[in-house]
């Protein structure tokens, strides 16, 4: 499969802004590990191997344990997930796939226990960028380069 129109290289200014947002996120009070284990679990969902595959390694690079990151697909029965993350990454799963019902009160409500507003606005940032970038990868064909 080989890659396909490159907005980065076809529309740079579209690319750079959501550049921006990603720069935002990333500067958020949300922990770097948790930021990554977000992008994961969205790349995953999306089926974006690119992201997944960038992301994995930002995440094992910043600390993050293997087991968590192989684990992230399965984190419902996974036991090495705080409540905190375990909310997040039902966020991350309701959101990507917000078509089917939105983002439920139940999680919004948990969301509001454990989080301020800032740091939920934060989460939402973080969450719809990775999804972004991952609907560009996708139909991009992106792909990751093998490693050695």
């Given at each position: 499969?080989?890659a396909?129109?490159?907005?980065?290289?076809?529309?740079l200014e579209?690319?750079?802004?959501?550049?921006k947002?990603?720069?935002?996120g990333?500067?958020?009070?949300?922990?770097?590990?948790l930021?990554?284990?977000?992008?994961?679990?969205a790349?995953?969902?999306?089926?974006?191997?690119f992201?997944i595959?960038?992301?994995?390694?930002e995440?094992l690079?910043?600390?993050e344990t293997v087991?968590?990151?192989?684990g992230?697909?399965?984190w419902r029965?996974?036991?090495?997930?705080?409540?905190?993350e375990?909310?997040?990454?039902?966020l991350?799963?309701?959101v990507?796939?917000i078509h089917?019902h939105?983002v439920?009160?139940?999680?919004?409500?948990?969301?509001?226990?454990l989080?301020s507003?800032k740091?939920?606005?934060?989460l939402?940032?973080l969450?719809?960028?990775?999804n972004?970038?991952?609907?560009?990868?996708?139909?991009s064909?992106l792909?990751?380069?093998?490693?050695?």
């Open positions: 499969m080989s396909r129109f490159n907005l980065a290289k076809e529309n579209a690319y750079t802004a959501i550049g947002l990603d720069t935002l990333r500067e958020s009070s949300i922990p770097k590990k930021q990554e284990l977000i992008k994961i679990y790349s995953c969902l999306n089926h974006c191997a992201c595959d960038m992301h994995t390694k995440a690079e910043n600390g087991q968590r990151v192989v992230v697909n399965a029965e996974a036991p090495f997930y705080s409540d905190k375990r909310v997040v990454l039902e991350v799963e309701e990507t796939f089917q939105g439920s009160d139940s999680v919004y409500a948990e969301l509001e226990r989080y507003e740091e939920i606005g934060e939402y940032l969450i719809a960028t990775i972004a970038y991952n609907r560009l990868g996708v139909m064909q792909q990751p380069k093998a490693d050695k």
